[in-house]
């Protein structure tokens, strides 16, 4: 069993960044991929990056290449997102989750924190 508690949303002005970190309990951490996703009111839920077990593999959504970057601290249990030039369409409500499998469907991911509201204001 895994628990992840995602921290670090905010408010923040386009072109502002935020760093997003994710707190994974459990033994086993690094055997698993750790993903972002998001999600904006009415709109489904959006593939944000991806790394592998080990930290050597990521892959990112097209909306967020080049601006947004992740990364794990294994010996910490923690994975991180840092988001910058944040754009308005951006915000969304954004969780951290695990999975055994590197995909970028949400349905491969068992685990799943309680989310964190990410506001980027115009």
């Known amino acids: 069993q895994v628990q992840l508690v995602e921290s670090g949303g905010g408010l923040v002005q386009a072109g502002g960044s935020l760093r997003l970190s994710c707190a994974a309990s459990?033994?086993?951490?690094?055997?698993?991929?750790m993903a972002w996703f998001r999600q904006a009111p009415g709109k489904e839920r959006e593939f944000v990056a991806a790394i592998s077990g080990s930290g050597s593999i990521t892959h990112y959504g097209d909306s967020v290449k080049g601006r947004f970057t992740i990364s794990r601290d294994n010996a910490k249990n923690t994975v991180n997102l840092q988001m910058n030039s944040l754009k308005p369409e951006d915000t969304a409500v954004y969780y951290c989750a695990g999975s055994r499998l590197f995909r970028v469907a949400p349905g491969a991911y068992v685990y799943w924190g309680q989310g964190t509201q990410v506001t980027v204001s115009s």
């Open positions: 459990g033994r086993i951490f690094s055997e698993y991929t």
